[in-house]
C-alpha cells in the first residue's frame, strides 16, 4: 500500500482515500511542464471535489522541501502532494504504469484501488475531466 509523508512531514497512506476516485499527479518545482499544468490541475481539484474525487501530488527530484512548498503556493495546489526526493516512491509502481522518467505523470485511480488511466507528460484540464469524469461514473 502506498504511504509516504507530504511536504510538512506527515504521514499519508492511500488507502485512506479508498471509496473516492484518486487523481495521482507526479510533479517537480523545476519542471517546466509541471507549471504549466499546475494551474489547471488548482482549478480541476477544487472542481471535482464534490464528486468525490481527491487530487494527491508526488513531488518529486527536489531535495528541498522548501521549493516544492513555494512551488505548491505560487500554483495554489490545495491538495496534498508526497515528498519523493530520491524517486524511491515512484519506483514502487510497475514502470508500464508510472514511468519514473516521465515527469510529469498523472494517474485516476478508481474507487477500488486499481489504476484505471495513466498519462505520460503534461495534461491539461480539458483533456482529464473527461477520464476522471469516466472513472467516477463507474461506481
Not at 474525487?53 to 516544492?68: E, K, Q
Request: aromatic share 6%; charged share 25%.
Amino acid at each position: 500500500m502506498l504511504t509516504w509523508t507530504d511536504l510538512d512531514g506527515n504521514p499519508i497512506s492511500l488507502a485512506a482515500f479508498r471509496g473516492e476516485v484518486v487523481v495521482l499527479n507526479v510533479w517537480g518545482s523545476w519542471c517546466a511542464p509541471c507549471r504549466a499544468e499546475a494551474d489547471d490541475l488548482a482549478l480541476l481539484s477544487g472542481e471535482v471535489r464534490g464528486a468525490g474525487v481527491r487530487f494527491l501530488g508526488i513531488n518529486t527530484r527536489d531535495r528541498d522541501r522548501d521549493a516544492a512548498r513555494s512551488f505548491v503556493r505560487a500554483h495554489g495546489l490545495d491538495f496534498p502532494s508526497l515528498h519523493d526526493p530520491t524517486g524511491a516512491l515512484l519506483l514502487r509502481f510497475p514502470p508500464e504504469v508510472l514511468n519514473p522518467q516521465t515527469i510529469p505523470s498523472t494517474l485516476v485511480v478508481d474507487r477500488e484501488g486499481r489504476v484505471a488511466v495513466a498519462i505520460g507528460g503534461a495534461v491539461s484540464a480539458g483533456r482529464l475531466k473527461p477520464l476522471i469524469d469516466r472513472v467516477a461514473a463507474e461506481g
